[in-house]
């Protein structure tokens, strides 16, 4: 049963706008969200996180908004950047020992 | 400063081998994290350990071994290699101050079994 979901698989966004991407969750009992970017061939590399007690976190070109009522967040990347093309994954934390469960990810493009 | 190094990158085993997954971190890290990906798939977690002598199971633990008698390494045994293990495996570890901390990926091990 996935408890991080991530819909819309793939995303293409010109250069200089805005790139959003969702992320919802089902277990009521996370408290602390991340988002991790992934080229290929390495490993994911921590991007931006939120805690429940917030419910927007901003750092430089990105932006992460929580709404706790509806079991969402989202990723905001202002301007996109070719090299933010990435893999983009969502994960979630309440388990006390800092294990995350992980969306599927999202492919985003960044056209120069 | 390595952070999370993992060896090998990449590994074809036949099936009924087995074989050690390394992870070690320089970052004097309490937790360690053993996850696999499939294809279109996100992380799940295989084990994890929360300081030397101590490991339990994640997700999806069935097939694997794990032992953390150093607070630098965390190996992965897979004992008896089956398809369904082909997989890409990362390590991962973060620090226990405080609750809400990043984990710190290595870039993986390719795995594929034939």
């Known amino acids: 049963d996935q408890q991080v979901k991530q819909n819309s698989p793939s995303l293409s966004v010109q250069e200089g706008r805005i790139s959003i991407l969702n992320c919802d969750y089902t277990?009521?009992?996370?408290?602390?969200f991340l988002w991790y970017k992934k080229y290929p061939a390495e490993g994911p590399t921590f991007l931006i996180s939120?805690?429940?007690?917030?419910d927007k976190n901003e750092d430089g070109r990105f932006t992460v908004f929580l709404n706790k009522s509806a079991k969402h967040l989202s990723l905001h990347i202002v301007p996109s950047q070719p090299g933010d093309s990435a893999v983009y994954f969502c994960?979630?934390?309440?388990?006390?020992?800092?294990?995350?469960?992980f969306g599927k990810g999202n492919q985003v493009v960044v056209i120069p | 400063n390595a952070g999370v190094t993992q060896t090998p990158k990449f590994r074809i085993l036949k099936i009924g081998q087995s074989m050690t997954l390394q992870c070690t971190q320089d970052m004097n890290h309490n937790y360690m994290y053993w996850y696999r990906q499939d294809p279109g798939m996100g992380l799940k977690l295989i084990y994890y350990s929360v300081g030397a002598g101590i490991t339990d199971k994640g997700e999806v633990p069935n097939g694997y071994n794990v032992s953390r008698s150093t607070t630098e390494d965390f190996p992965l045994r897979l004992e008896l290699a089956a398809p369904s293990q082909t997989s890409v495996y990362f390590c991962?570890?973060?620090?226990?101050?405080?609750?809400?901390?990043?984990?710190?990926f290595g870039d993986g091990t390719r795995l594929s079994i034939l």
């Open positions: 991962a570890s973060t620090t226990s101050g405080g609750f809400n901390q990043p984990q710190h």
């Open positions: 939120i805690s429940s007690i917030k």
């Open positions: 994960a979630a934390s309440g388990y006390g020992n800092n294990r995350l469960a």
């Open positions: 277990n009521s009992m996370f408290d602390y």
